[in-house]
């Protein structure tokens, strides 16, 4: 019936299971991958029914004003002021409005990524998607440079950019994101309490400098719906990591999606050690329950979509 029916045996086996991350069960063959053009459309369908990616991928002007108070998505009790500048970035319709490409990548921040020689198929796509504001420069020939849309945690502004204490920190920061030109700019603004002086201060920082980028934030209903599709499909996710969201967006305007970058675990299936991140030294703790996401869970289900031809998951070399 094109819903996923990923067995409850298979989702109740999760954490133990996962532990063995050289295991076969992760394996899956690039070759021979082929799309299942109808499980897609079904798979567009049923996720249809949960959200519009076109609508939902962020407010637009017109659903706020200057000074209007929201209450976090994910923390009713504590509210947030829609300051003048929010309101001035917001867009004026969906960013993604009529978009539809034949490929698309979807790249996560795994360091499986390193030493991939993935960055030429990754460009290669029609639209890039890309999270965290991930540096792609210096790792351009594993992860390539495009890049459409980017998503970007207010928490990316302390973790990579100092917190904007030094000028130095800004200049890097407007750097990064004058180099996005006109792509989508996601900040995932509503969520839980805690990133607004951050996230005001990246509005004044693009709009003091004029930047191209073409910011966008998503609905206040997103993560729910998002959390509704998978769970109705027999995936309890406390909270979609963001590249699961970004794969759920993207089925609404991709033909093909692509997955780069995306392996929660901390060794590769001959045992070598991967770093959680291809960029930084952050540490993670893939199966604590202190995590917000159930990375390895997602991933377990990505698999069984790639094997289905629903998508395709690339975590080795590209040729
Ligand atoms: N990812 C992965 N394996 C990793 C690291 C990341 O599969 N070792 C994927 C996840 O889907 C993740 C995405 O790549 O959402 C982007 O990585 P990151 O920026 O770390 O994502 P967040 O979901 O924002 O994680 P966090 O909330 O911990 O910041």
């Not at 029914?49 to 009713?76: N, T, W």
């Not at 309890?236 to 590249?243: A, E, F, L, Q, V």
């Not at 540490?283 to 869970?297: C, D, E, G, T, V």
């Amino acid at each position: 019936d094109g819903e996923l029916c990923l067995s409850r045996s298979l989702v109740n086996s999760s954490d133990k299971i996962i532990r063995k991350a050289g295991s076969t069960i992760f394996q899956h063959s690039v070759q021979g991958w082929k799309i299942n053009s109808s499980l897609v459309l079904e798979i567009r369908k049923n996720i249809l029914r949960f959200l519009d990616a076109e609508r939902d991928v962020s407010v637009v002007k017109s659903s706020f004003k200057p000074g209007d108070v929201i209450h976090y998505v994910l923390d009713r009790r504590r509210t947030l002021n829609i300051s003048h500048n929010l309101h001035s970035l917001l867009p004026e319709v969906s960013p993604m409005k009529n978009r539809r490409f034949k490929t698309c990548a979807v790249v996560g921040n795994s360091g499986i990524l390193l030493d991939s020689g993935c960055g030429k198929e990754i460009d290669s796509h029609n639209f890039v998607i890309r999270c965290n504001l991930a540096p792609v420069v210096e790792f351009a020939a594993d992860v390539g440079t495009k890049s459409d849309f980017i998503t970007m945690n207010p928490s990316v502004v302390q973790r990579a950019f100092g917190g904007f204490r030094n000028e130095s920190d800004r200049e890097k920061f407007v750097h990064r994101l004058s180099m996005l030109n006109d792509s989508v700019l996601w900040i995932p603004a509503f969520m839980v309490k805690g990133g607004e002086k951050h996230v005001e201060w990246v509005n004044a920082l693009i709009l003091k400098n004029k930047l191209q980028v073409r910011t966008a934030y998503p609905s206040l209903r997103l993560i729910h719906a998002v959390r509704g599709y998978w769970l109705t499909n027999k995936v309890p996710i406390k909270r979609p990591s963001t590249g699961l969201l970004m794969y759920t967006l993207a089925t609404r305007f991709c033909d093909e999606i692509h997955l780069y970058g995306f392996w929660p675990f901390p060794k590769d299936l001959n045992g070598k050690a991967v770093k959680y991140h291809y960029y930084d030294d952050l540490k993670y703790r893939y199966f604590s329950n202190a995590s917000p996401h159930r990375m390895p869970l997602e991933f377990k289900t990505l698999n069984v979509l790639h094997n289905r031809g629903a998508l395709k998951l690339t975590t080795g070399k590209c040729m």
